[in-house]
């Protein structure tokens, strides 16, 4: 029996890929480096690099072509940032399990600062992220933010060759690449609220394989799980594409899941956020509230803008 791995084919992706084999052959006896195959595919998210992901189709665009190898039975599991995958998964594919969570919060990254306020007026930073972008200008309304995609290691050379006067990366993804730079600055989750989902690993099956399905039992965290199902679950009431600044965050208490969520808008001028409380014993009842709540908050002129995208 061989186990085909579906990846994208980043540093940090393969790096996930690998983590993802070695906890299977931990945890599994007949499961060796000769019979686990990862497959490394590319993606039209991968491919496309010169425009926001909100103008090529959003999240879908890193996840299509490893779902349908999924579905066709090409490849047994894939390995994903939970962060890039969308709300609503094709039928017949589902998520199964969640690696232990990593460092949640952002990297400020620069030479030239050490946080955002010590950066000049004027200054550039270069960002995909239309949350980052949000964020950033609601506390420095004086900088200019550009799009800014590509791998962890194009970004930073970007930023060597004064491309962009600063950058974000998730801490998550500079841990797990094993990168120690002294550009690096982790942001407080209070001043920066992450993604929905950041620093989780998350592996997708296709329903009807219950030999991937037992197999991955074992790797399953089931604290990480309550906590992105929940942010997961206010994310899809709130329309979470890559259209949408939205940041959110569980954390677990005992039985309790403390969830904390925000919408804006992407000049920063306007955003909503609150936080709820709840039972573990249903996450996605917990999302679905805290993401109404702040619909609500927001009212239909805020999502009207969004949608014209003013």
């Known amino acids: 029996m061989t186990v085909r791995i579906g990846t994208r084919g980043s540093l940090l992706a393969l790096a996930q890929a690998e983590e993802v084999k070695a906890r299977l052959i931990a945890a599994h006896d007949h499961l060796s480096e000769n019979n686990i195959e990862i497959v490394v595919m590319s993606t039209r998210g991968d491919r496309v690099l010169d425009r926001p992901l909100s103008e090529i189709g959003g999240k879908g665009l890193f996840t299509e072509e490893i779902e349908a190898s999924l579905l066709s039975g090409d490849i047994d599991i894939a390995v994903h940032s939970l962060k890039d995958m969308a709300t609503v998964l094709p039928d017949g594919l589902e998520l199964v399990c969640y690696l232990e969570r990593e460092d949640v919060r952002d990297a400020f990254i620069s030479a030239k600062a050490a946080t955002l306020k010590e950066l000049p ?170 993401g109404q709540i702040l619909r609500d908050q927001a009212g239909p002129a805020f999502f009207a803008k969004l949608a014209a995208g003013v």
């Open 121 to 290: 007026k004027g200054a550039v930073i270069g960002s995909a992220s239309l949350r980052r972008q949000a964020q950033t200008l609601a506390l420095r309304p004086d900088v200019s933010v550009v799009t800014f995609r590509g791998n962890v290691q194009s970004r930073l050379r970007k930023l060597e060759e004064g491309v962009v006067d600063a950058t974000y990366l998730a801490v998550a993804g500079l841990n797990r690449l094993g990168l120690d730079d002294p550009r690096v600055h982790p942001i407080p989750v209070d001043n920066f609220l992450p993604a929905v989902a950041q620093g989780a690993i998350s592996i997708e099956i296709a329903s009807h394989n219950q030999t991937a399905r037992e197999m991955l039992a074992p790797l399953n965290h089931r604290n990480t799980e309550l906590c992105v199902r929940a942010e997961r679950a206010m994310l899809k009431i709130l329309d979470g594409s890559c259209r949408t600044p939205i940041a959110g965050y569980a954390t677990l208490t005992g039985d309790q899941i403390t969830l904390r969520g925000q919408v804006a808008l992407p000049d920063g001028k306007e955003s909503y956020s609150n936080t709820l409380q709840g039972p573990t014993q249903d996450p996605e009842a917990l999302g679905h509230r805290l």
